[in-house]
């Protein structure tokens, strides 16, 4: 497992988006300079801001660690036991977090206490095909858009734990603005907030490509 340095991947400027903001930021912990943990992982949230979780070796102990400016800030904590996350706690100014922005950290720091109890590595980063146009994150997950044959019709998908792409929608549009979005099977009952920041994202990048010449 790699070691926690205090300078953590994506040293540029962080923005706290406005439901991970607070009047008074933390400083910076400095004892990580000294202490040796183990990153289990690290994901996106819904607002672009970079997680970490870290392990101390044999305590049960893991903390939740958010990337501001480049450095790192303390912002929680997870109790587990045998791979199994027993309660997650949130820092003073993250209590005031919605229970549904609480639930997706939760599962993503399952996932990743789970996968770190069963021996498995961290998921190397893997490249994206050429093919595509863009990219955004929604609670983690990053998502891609890729053109096909039709000059009117992209493809939504999501990249999947071994690095490849999963169709989740197509796109029809005009010369890049979107006229229609079609769950694929299995994502047809996603939320419809939910598909409209599909639809933003993927038009954002659609009418850049044709700006670019690249669509």
Not at 15 to 38: G, N, Y
Not at 83 to 101: C, I, M, S
Not at 148 to 158: C, I, M, N, Q, R
């Amino acid at each position: 497992m790699p070691i926690f340095a205090w300078s953590l991947r994506g040293g540029g400027k962080e923005t706290i988006r406005s439901d991970e903001r607070s009047s008074t930021m933390p400083q910076p912990a400095t004892h990580l300079r000294t202490t040796k943990s183990e990153v289990l992982g690290e994901w996106l949230t819904d607002n672009g801001n970079q997680l970490t979780l870290m392990a101390r070796p044999g305590t049960g102990y893991a903390s939740i660690w958010l990337t501001h400016h480049g450095q790192p800030v303390k912002i929680g904590y997870a109790l587990h036991a045998g791979g199994v996350v027993r309660e997650v706690r949130w820092e003073a100014l993250w209590t005031e977090q919605t229970d549904a922005w609480k639930a997706h950290q939760r599962r993503h720091i399952a996932a990743l206490i789970a996968a770190h109890h069963a021996g498995q590595p961290l998921a190397p980063k893997a490249d994206l095909p050429e093919s595509v146009l863009g990219t955004f994150n929604i609670d983690g997950f990053r998502f891609a858009v890729e053109p096909t044959l039709a000059p009117e019709h992209a493809v939504l998908s999501v990249l999947n734990v071994s690095g490849g792409l999963t169709p989740v929608a197509d796109l029809l549009h005009e010369n890049g603005r979107i006229c229609g979005l079609a769950p694929r099977p299995g994502w047809k009952s996603t939320p419809e907030d939910r598909k409209r920041h599909w639809r933003r994202e993927s038009e954002a990048i659609l009418t850049q490509a044709r700006a670019e010449g690249r669509l």
